[in-house]
C-alpha cells in the first residue's frame, strides 16, 4: 500500500505543501498577521490530518547559513510540535539534497527544479514552494519503496544523506 505521504517546504509567508493525494497548496500568511501565521499553517496542517492520517511527512531542512533561518526555524518548531502531537514521524532534506536528487545537481535554481518536474512527470506549479513540496513528496514515495517518478540512481542515491525516521525505511529492491 503506498503511504500517505506530506511534503512541506516550510515558510511563515507561503508554505509549500504536497498532500498526500499528489496536489499542492500554498498556505499564505499575511505579514500584518505576525506570529499568528504560525497558527494558520499548523491548523491546515492538522485539518489535513484528519483526512489523510499522514504516515510521513518530508520537510526541506533549515539552511545552515540562512538570514531566514531564524524566521524559518519558528515555523518548523511549530509543524514539528504539531507532528509530534500528531504521532507522525518526519524526514529532514537539506535543501542542497533536495536540489540534488530532482536535478542531479545541489545547486539547482527553482527554474531547475521546476524544469526538472515538468520533464519528469508533465507538471508546472503555481510557485516554487509548492513544487519543491512536490519534490519533498515523491522524495518519501521514492525511499519508502514507492517511486512515482524515474531517477537516475546517482539522483536517488542523494537520499541517504537525508534524516529519515526509522519506519521510513525503504523496501529492499
Same mark, same amino acid.
Given at each position: 500500500?503506498?503511504?500517505?505521504?506530506?511534503?512541506?517546504?516550510?515558510?511563515?509567508?507561503?508554505?509549500?505543501?504536497?498532500?498526500?493525494?499528489? $496536489?499542492?497548496?500554498?498556505?499564505?500568511?499575511?505579514?500584518?498577521? #505576525? $506570529?499568528?501565521?504560525?497558527?494558520?499553517?499548523? !491548523?491546515?496542517?492538522?485539518? @489535513? *490530518?484528519?483526512?489523510?492520517?499522514? !504516515?510521513?511527512?518530508?520537510? =526541506?531542512?533549515?539552511?545552515? *547559513? #540562512?538570514?531566514?533561518?531564524?524566521?524559518?526555524?519558528?515555523?518548523?518548531?511549530?509543524?514539528?510540535?504539531?507532528?509530534?502531537?500528531?504521532?507522525?514521524?518526519?524526514?529532514? +532534506?537539506?535543501?542542497?539534497?533536495?536540489?540534488?536528487? @530532482?536535478?542531479?545537481?545541489?545547486?539547482?535554481?527553482? *527554474?531547475?527544479?521546476?524544469?526538472?518536474?515538468?520533464?519528469?512527470?508533465? +507538471? =508546472?506549479?503555481? !510557485?516554487?514552494?509548492?513544487?519543491?513540496?512536490?519534490?519533498?513528496?515523491?522524495?518519501?514515495?521514492?525511499?519508502?519503496? *514507492?517511486? =512515482?517518478?524515474?531517477?537516475?540512481?546517482?539522483?536517488?542515491?542523494? +537520499? =541517504?544523506?537525508?534524516?529519515?525516521?526509522?519506519?521510513?525505511?525503504? !523496501?529492499?529492491?
Amino acid at each position: 500500500m503506498i503511504p500517505n505521504i506530506l511534503g512541506l517546504d516550510l515558510s511563515i509567508a507561503a508554505t509549500g505543501v504536497c498532500w498526500p493525494d499528489g $496536489d499542492t497548496d500554498a498556505i499564505l500568511g499575511k505579514s500584518t498577521d #505576525g $506570529d499568528a501565521r504560525l497558527v494558520t499553517i499548523v !491548523d491546515r496542517i492538522y485539518r @489535513a *490530518h484528519l483526512g489523510f492520517q499522514f !504516515d510521513l511527512a518530508v520537510l =526541506e531542512d533549515l539552511p545552515v *547559513h #540562512g538570514k531566514a533561518a531564524g524566521i524559518t526555524g519558528m515555523v518548523h518548531g511549530a509543524v514539528r510540535l504539531a507532528l509530534q502531537r500528531m504521532k507522525v514521524p518526519y524526514a529532514l +532534506l537539506a535543501p542542497a539534497t533536495l536540489k540534488a536528487y @530532482a536535478t542531479g545537481t545541489g545547486t539547482a535554481d527553482k *527554474h531547475a527544479m521546476r524544469m526538472a518536474a515538468f520533464k519528469r512527470a508533465n +507538471l =508546472e506549479f503555481k !510557485d516554487d514552494n509548492q513544487c519543491d513540496a512536490w519534490w519533498l513528496r515523491q522524495a518519501g514515495l521514492d525511499w519508502t519503496g *514507492h517511486p =512515482e517518478i524515474q531517477l537516475p540512481q546517482a539522483q536517488r542515491a542523494r +537520499l =541517504e544523506k537525508a534524516k529519515w525516521p526509522a519506519m521510513a525505511r525503504k !523496501d529492499a529492491s
